[in-house]
């Protein structure tokens, strides 16, 4: 199975820091790789698909890169409404899927 | 708009088998591409994927938990069903449904508001 790792595993900021939660896959999952925002007693919600592609909707300051292992995500100017907890998500397969552990950015 | 919504028991006993419904709408699992997957997260842990099931009736499992884990759909009634053999208390967590969409990179780009089960004697 393909492990997914996270880092840092909580991360302080303010607004209008830039901010990059990193995402690391057990082997190469070339850009298989999907974003997550969940936010407290809330369900997941889907910010980037296939390492870099923006879902409809999300603000412009989310973006993602990266391919193979190594993948990041940037918040460039962190909003009020930007506080919750990430996870990345490999779909490698398509057959068997898997999320890192998250990422709590806290105030 | 599409939207998918839990239901279930809230309780269960140790050694019982839990049924999830996931009732969907505005898709159908007719589609190419278009398929349901349940996800769990105990309460103040990270998200784990548990299985899900394909329009063309192709069927995947965690690893870990195959041997309890069983999905099934209803495509006439926009259903999927996920049953879990012996629960443990260990397996009380906030259960979620969401589209997986094999058009947009294999994403869970819709979930349902979750519903939370307990396992407890």
């Known amino acids: 199975d393909i492990q997914m790792t996270q880092s840092p595993y909580s991360l302080s900021a303010s607004v209008g820091d830039r901010v990059t939660i990193t995402c690391r896959a057990s082997q190469s999952i070339s850009s298989n790789l999907n974003w997550y925002q969940q936010k407290q007693g809330k369900a997941p919600k889907l910010l980037i698909s296939a390492a870099s592609s923006l879902q409809s909707g999300v603000p412009s300051r989310f973006s993602g890169s990266g391919s193979g292992t190594d993948f990041t995500l940037t918040i460039s100017s962190l909003q009020p409404e930007d506080f919750a907890t990430y996870y990345c998500?490999?779909?490698?397969?398509?057959?068997?899927?898997?999320f890192g552990q998250g990422t709590k950015l806290e105030i | 708009q599409i939207t998918l919504k839990e239901s279930g028991p809230t309780l269960v006993k140790p050694t019982q088998t839990l049924t999830l419904t996931c009732t969907f709408s505005?898709?159908?699992?007719?589609?190419?591409?278009?398929?349901v997957g349940w996800i769990r997260q105990p309460p103040g842990r990270a998200l784990e994927w548990l299985a899900h099931i394909y329009w063309n009736d192709n069927k995947y499992y965690s690893t870990s938990l195959k041997t309890r884990l069983t999905i099934t759909k209803d495509t006439s009634r926009n259903q999927v069903v996920l049953t879990m053999t012996n629960m443990d208390p260990v397996d009380t967590a906030t259960y979620y449904c969401?589209?997986?969409?094999?058009?947009?990179?294999?994403?869970?780009?819709?979930w349902g508001p979750g519903i939370l089960v307990t396992v407890s004697s």
């Open positions: 969401a589209r997986l969409n094999g058009n947009n990179h294999y994403s869970f780009d819709y």
């Open positions: 998500q490999q779909s490698y397969h398509s057959l068997t899927y898997s």
């Open positions: 505005e898709f159908s699992l007719i589609t190419t591409g278009v398929g």
